[in-house]
């Protein structure tokens, strides 16, 4: 019986015995507590996914490819190039390494985009200069146009 000559009466009372720690209980302020941490993740979180789905992009200087868009406008784009559609107008990367803002005339069976620019006097090349491009090559699908600054020139001189 050497095994039961270390239980002694010491080891088995209770108020020798080594203290746990109180157990945890569910308040109102635990409660709260975890919701605000759960808040400030989802918005983290949701702030990250805008951030890398939307994005502003500036129509540049020249760029007379839509007349609904001038140049100097601001735009509220989708950048995932799935999205795209026939009607859609689009960023995108084209061969000869420039971005050009056109609208979607066609989608090939490839998934391929064709690119028609609504003004017939645009300088810049569309689909039928260099083919069907990619949906990879889409940079934005404009969701929303904002009109340019006015130039300072024809502001009023405020006198």
């Given at each position: ?80 190039g799935s999205i795209a559609k ?45 083919g069907p491009l990619p949906r ?24």
């Open positions: 019986m050497g095994s039961s000559s270390n239980m002694t009466s010491a080891n088995l009372d209770p108020a020798n015995a080594p203290a746990r720690p109180p157990k945890r209980r569910w308040t109102p302020m635990a409660a709260a507590r975890v919701v605000r941490r759960l808040t400030l993740l989802f918005g983290f979180a949701s702030v990250l996914w805008v951030w890398n789905t939307y994005g502003m992009v500036r129509v540049p200087v020249g760029m007379d490819t839509t007349p609904r868009i001038p140049a100097g406008s601001s735009c509220l784009v989708d950048k995932r026939v009607g859609h107008d689009v960023f995108c990367d084209v061969p000869d390494g420039g971005v050009v803002l056109s609208r979607v005339l066609e989608v090939t069976a490839e998934d391929h985009l064709v690119l028609r620019h609504e003004s017939s006097e645009s300088r810049l090349p569309d689909s039928r200069a260099f990879s090559s889409v940079r934005g699908v404009v969701l929303f146009v904002f009109a340019p600054d006015p130039d300072a020139s024809e502001l009023p001189s405020g006198r």
